[in-house]
């Protein structure tokens, strides 16, 4: 699949994954761990920062978080596999629907008081990373903005030295971007409401999402139905 032939419900789930993962993530800064939960970026320097330290018990933390979300995208390499574009379909709404069993599980543990909720979100953001970051030859990061921002600016800089703009490529990552800051917005909004429960809209979300994909995976637009 070319950039050009991105499909635009390919491009609204992308968004809508996005909009989750900003969410999850604003949940992660306002709760207990007070940081990230959907990259690992920040979780490596903040392992480094805590071993300079010598806080052995934080190096821990922030090495678990890392762990679980390398686990996470283990799970989604052995749910999605290899497969051919007509079966991935089937495994990419698997994929969805395990991530919100997980975001639910968190919310179970973190209502009762447990850390290791903070490491099934990372672990669920793992998964959905793996699963998104390439959907038949066109990347799509949905769980962090450092890709999308550096392919938004090497695209503009090329289009100054005069190439033709790759508005399809602009248009996708434009709208991964601002779906993952207004996720983080409406995070910020929901989590003083809901608190411990806070994980449950975007796991509701995900198995929408899940559902919508089996469908559309089978009744492609444009397909005529038998």
Known sequence: MSWRQT???????????ALNAGYINAVGFLGAQQHGLTHVTGQVTKVGIELG??????????A?????????????????RRAELSERGRRYGIAM????AMLVGATVLMANGQPWGANLVAMAAGLQNAMATSYSGAVVRTTHMTGVVTDLGILIGHTLRGHAPEWEKLKLL???????????????????????????????????????????SQHPPGHPKH
Do not use: C, K
Request: no cysteine.
């Open 174 to 216: 434009a709208l991964l971007f601002f779906a993952f800051f207004a996720g983080g917005v409406l995070g910020a909004e929901v989590y003083p409401v809901l608190t411990t429960m806070a994980l449950i809209p975007p796991a509701i979300a995900l198995v929408l999402a899940s559902v919508t994909y089996l469908y559309v």
């Open 7 to 17: 499909p635009a419900w390919i491009s609204l789930g992308g968004s809508w994954l």
């Open 53 to 62: 330290h010598a806080d052995f018990q934080g190096t821990f933390r922030a």
């Open 64 to 80: 678990l978080l890392v762990l679980w979300f390398f686990l996470g995208a283990v799970v989604s390499g052995a749910i999605i």
């Open 97 to 100: 629907l395990t991530e919100a």
